[in-house]
């Protein structure tokens, strides 16, 4: 008896050692959420949760560290202390838009789709998209994608669906159940069963009565949300009754969180025209095991525009991109826009794709 507690004592010293928590925060002290970490080959360890710490990093040395709206950092473990990361902002703007009496705002983003199986990068797609609201029929008109030469075989058909996602802009979100309604007490607050907690320094607290489901911070006219939207979706269900749809969520370990940047106007509302970039992460369990989508997307442009205007911009992209979009142009494309490019390991993994097509 003695010696199977000496051996089992043993097991967990070795356990604790192999295994190392990481806290990731800004520059004020805060927990980042969504920071994606990834091993040297590109592959995936996990992403933080909401007070910016992952539970493992599975016995990896060296981790890439990633997220919309920081700087990638790459991290030797060994090094840290109490496993503590501290990331930069990415200092990311956009020229401010002046208004002129044209019927559309155009909005030009660059976008980048993940597509893990078992935390193995499996599709990548990549692009620019011409967008353009309409302010008096709040209206988005999307045009067409842009293919990248980094998209693979089977990915068109599941990685463009997500995509298409990332780049309505979510607006029914925005104005029925986002960061505006959350902000000042619109209908999704009180159908998602959410309430607000002031924290001070333009911080507030978004919880359920299950717990804390993210946070809203408002700096000037700027607004960073970060909701872990899974959680709220499937208590909703609870409450509402939706056991069917619960049951099917819970059975594929279903989770969605996002993070979205955006600024405010004048009046202190948002449309879809006032996006600055978003991440959006999807998991469940699928035929291929555990799956994971992750979606970046950047404003690059603001402009006031015409139908005809927004025409030709599209055909310059056209033009410019979808007959030779190749991973070098788009990364070129990100540099002149000031979104960061690929790291050295999820590039090592997409050019492993690329020579398998």
Do not use: C
Not at 72 to 101: I, N
Request: cysteine-free; charged content about 30%.
């Amino acid at each position: 008896m003695k010696k199977f507690l000496l051996l089992a004592t043993l097991l967990t010293f070795v356990v604790d050692v192999q295994s190392q928590k990481i806290e990731v925060v800004d520059t004020d002290g805060n927990g980042i959420h969504l920071v994606t970490l990834l091993n040297e080959d590109g592959n995936m360890i996990g992403t933080t949760d909401l007070n910016g710490t992952i539970a493992d990093v599975k016995g990896t040395t060296k981790i890439v560290l990633t997220h919309v709206a920081y700087k990638p950092q790459l991290v030797d473990v060994t090094s840290l202390k109490d496993g503590r990361v501290t990331m930069e902002d990415l200092d990311y703007s956009l020229a401010e838009v002046v208004v002129k009496p044209k019927p559309l705002i155009y909005v030009e983003t660059f976008y980048r789709v993940y597509a893990f199986a078992n935390d193995s990068l499996r599709y990548y797609l990549a692009g620019i998209m011409p967008n353009a609201y309409n302010m008096e029929k709040k209206k988005v008109k999307s045009g067409s994608y842009m293919e990248s030469y980094g998209e693979f075989a089977h990915g068109k058909g599941i990685a463009i669906t997500w995509g298409a996602r990332a780049q309505e802009f979510k607006a029914d979100r925005i104005h029925k159940s986002g960061a505006i309604d959350i902000l000042k007490g619109g209908k999704s607050r009180d159908s998602y069963f959410l309430t607000l907690s002031d924290e001070g320094k333009g911080r507030k607290r978004v919880s359920n009565p299950e717990g804390t489901v993210g946070f809203i911070e408002t700096e000037g006219n700027e607004v960073h949300m970060a909701l872990e939207a899974g959680k709220m979706q499937m208590y909703r269900n609870k409450r509402l009754g939706q056991n069917r749809l619960l049951q099917a969520r819970e059975k594929r370990g279903y989770d969605y969180e996002f993070n979205e940047i955006f600024s405010l106007n004048e009046e202190g509302n948002s449309t879809v025209a006032d996006l600055v970039m978003s991440s959006d992460h999807w998991e469940w369990n699928g035929g291929k095991g555990r799956m994971k989508f992750i979606i970046e997307t950047y404003a690059t442009e603001h402009a006031y525009i015409d139908e005809k205007e927004f025409k030709a911009k599209k055909n310059v992209l056209k033009k410019t991109y979808v007959s030779e979009m190749k991973l070098d142009d788009l990364e070129a494309y990100a540099t002149s826009h000031g979104v960061p490019t690929l790291t050295p390991s999820i590039r090592k993994a997409i050019e492993g794709l690329m020579k398998k097509k």
